[in-house]
Nanobody, 122 residues
Framework: VQLQASGGGSVQAGGSLRLSCVTSGRTFSSYVLGWFRQTPGTEREFVAAIDSSGSEYYLDSVKGRFTISRDNAKNTVDLQMNSLKPEDTAIYYC?????????????????WGQGTLVTVSS
């Protein structure tokens, strides 16, 4: 089972990036798929998630700027990030979790990608 994240990079404040995560090794259509982020010395923070029915969940500070989407046929979950701010700078991780547990909590997720770095300069 693998989750491979890509799409990170460096942008100026106000810019956009699109992160993509490809899953392989099993079918994730029934799983919650999410994105988390982490900066040095801090805990991993929930950013967004989408469940098997397509319901979306967001961190308050990214609502209206980030959009999560999934394509079960392609086994992908994307995170479109617009109006980026310096405080969005972090390593972003995609994750997949089976049913049960709080959707915003990292322990709920069984599988994790390797992370992709997003740097937003002011």
């Amino acid at each position: 089972v693998q989750l491979q994240a890509s799409g990170g990079g460096s942008v100026q404040a106000g810019g956009s990036l699109r992160l993509s995560c490809v899953t392989s090794g099993r079918t994730f259509s029934s799983y919650v798929l999410g994105w988390f982020r982490q900066t040095p010395g801090t805990e991993r923070e929930f950013v967004a998630a989408i469940d098997s029915s397509g319901s979306e969940y967001y961190l308050d500070s990214v609502k209206g700027r980030f959009t999560i989407s999934r394509d079960n046929a392609k086994n992908t979950v994307d995170l479109q990030m617009n109006s980026l701010k310096p405080e969005d700078t972090a390593i972003y991780y995609c994750a997949a979790g089976a049913s049960g547990g709080r959707i915003r909590s990292p322990p709920r997720y069984n599988y994790w990608g390797q992370g992709t770095l997003v740097t937003v300069s002011s």
